[in-house]
T-cell receptor
Framework: DVKVTQSSRYLVKRTGEKVFLECVQD?????MFWYRQDPGLGLRLIYF???????EKGDIPEGYSVSREKKERFSLILESASTNQTSMYLC???????????????FGQGTRLTVV | AQTVTQSQPEMSVQEAETVTLSCTYD???????LFWYKQPPSRQMILVIR??????QNATENRFSVNFQKAAKSFSLKISDSQLGDTAMYFC???????????FGTGTRLQVFP
């Protein structure tokens, strides 16, 4: 079974802190994604990566950066956390690009981040 | 811009009954893929069913089936013989052909009652 693991299920951070959310997948997938999930807004794409050291902005990249130094690991970084970044963060991966009908996104269990 | 709309924030259904969740999307593309994902209370998102736009036949997976109306840009999910384990948030998702960006709707929270 494909497994996507996020390092924390719950996280509480203070305003202004630098926050790292880690995601690891174990199936040699090419693509990795970070989404933010908020009630009434669904999932919104923050960043994605289709290869090591490659990244592309999603729909809401402001206030975030990412790092992909190894194929299996994709990190989301909040340079200076703010209260409006309190949210659920979901990591996902897909096998290859370009995506197709057989593309299945595998998700981690989410990190619920609270910024106080 | 491509968008996905789920107009029902919450739905409820009695066990063993049938329920339909609606999804519409807006695109100028002719080729694309559509998906329904389920997020139970455990938060683990899983794929329920998928459909390719150029296939007219509606996809089915056991108790789950879709009604795909390309001209109307509609992609509804029907759950037959609802079970308590179907209680979850359901997301409709759209993937333009030859891209990597899954676009999600806002979700429908489904509650199955005994």
């Amino acid at each position: 079974d494909v497994k996507v693991t996020q390092s924390s299920r719950y996280l509480v951070k203070r305003t202004g802190e630098k926050v790292f959310l880690e995601c690891v997948q174990d199936m040699d997938h090419e693509n990795m994604f970070w989404y933010r999930q908020d009630p009434g807004l669904g999932l919104r794409l923050i960043y994605f990566s289709y290869d090591v050291k490659m990244k592309e902005k999603g729909d809401i990249p402001e206030g975030y950066s990412v790092s992909r130094e190894k194929k299996e690991r994709f990190s989301l970084i909040l340079e200076s956390a703010s209260t409006n970044q309190t949210s659920m963060y979901l990591c996902a991966s897909t096998l290859d690009r370009p995506s197709s009908m057989n593309t299945e996104a595998f998700f981690g269990q989410g990190t619920r981040l609270t910024v106080v | 811009a491509q968008t996905v709309t789920q107009s029902q924030p919450e739905m409820s259904v009695q066990e063993a009954e049938t329920v339909t969740l609606s999804c519409t999307y807006d695109t100028s593309e002719n080729n694309y893929y559509l998906f329904w994902y389920k997020q139970p209370p455990s938060r683990q998102m899983i794929l329920v069913i998928r459909q390719e736009a150029y296939k007219q036949q509606n996809a089915t997976e056991n108790r789950f089936s879709v009604n795909f109306q390309k001209a109307a840009k509609s992609f509804s999910l029907k759950i037959s013989d609802s079970q308590l384990g179907d209680t979850a948030m359901y997301f409709c998702a759209f993937l333009p052909y030859n891209t990597d960006k899954l676009i999600f709707g806002t979700g429908t929270r489904l509650q199955v009652f005994p």
